[in-house]
């Protein structure tokens, strides 16, 4: 942290960014509007339960761990608030693996979906490797909002799909009383 200069600091703001709050929020509202315009419902659910609902989830784990900052103050760090877990890293898992999620089903080519899947975990690790560097968390809080938001992907991933098989079963017609009555 000592080591570091103003011109890879630069660098560095600029590549968390692709985690922070703002960028996430900005990229939610395209999507939202997307889905609403194409009547994408399920995905639509999906993606605001998934990525606020995980941040949300993450705010909370902060107020329980209660773990300082490597660095309360510097040249580099003005942030406030609790280290467990880095909100920019799983913010950055929650939405590039929400997408990753969406984009896959329809990639055929292998070599289209393997460069998927390593640009959505190159921008995780960038950016929790920023967060490390600029001093605002530790590897552990990294590596924990990484797991986090990939469990809560799992999660959101398996009681959606659950609950789209039942509203597909609600929906189709039984037979069952039409060939009793024959």
Aim: net charge positive; aromatic share 10%.
């Amino acid at each position: 942290h000592d080591r570091l200069t103003p011109a890879i600091v630069t660098v560095l703001h600029t590549l968390t960014d692709v985690g922070s709050g703002k960028w996430i929020g900005i990229v939610l509202l395209a999507l939202v509007l997307f889905f609403v315009w194409k009547r994408w419902w399920p995905s639509l659910v999906t993606l605001i339960i998934a990525v606020p609902g995980g941040m949300l989830l993450n705010e909370w784990l902060k107020l329980v761990v209660h773990r300082d900052r490597p660095f309360i103050q510097g040249e580099f760090v003005d942030w406030s608030g609790y280290s467990f877990a880095s909100g920019h890293t799983i913010g950055a898992t929650l939405l590039y693996g929400q997408l990753l999620l969406f984009v896959l089903p329809s990639l055929k080519a292998l070599h289209l979906r393997l460069l998927c899947i390593f640009s959505a975990a190159a921008l995780v690790l960038v950016v929790g490797f920023t967060r490390i560097a600029l001093g605002a968390h530790f590897l552990t809080d990294v590596l924990a909002a990484i797991f986090f938001g990939i469990i809560w992907l799992m999660l959101c991933t398996v009681l959606g799909k659950s609950v789209r098989r039942r509203t597909v079963a609600s929906a189709v017609p039984t037979t069952h009383g039409a060939e009793l009555q024959r």
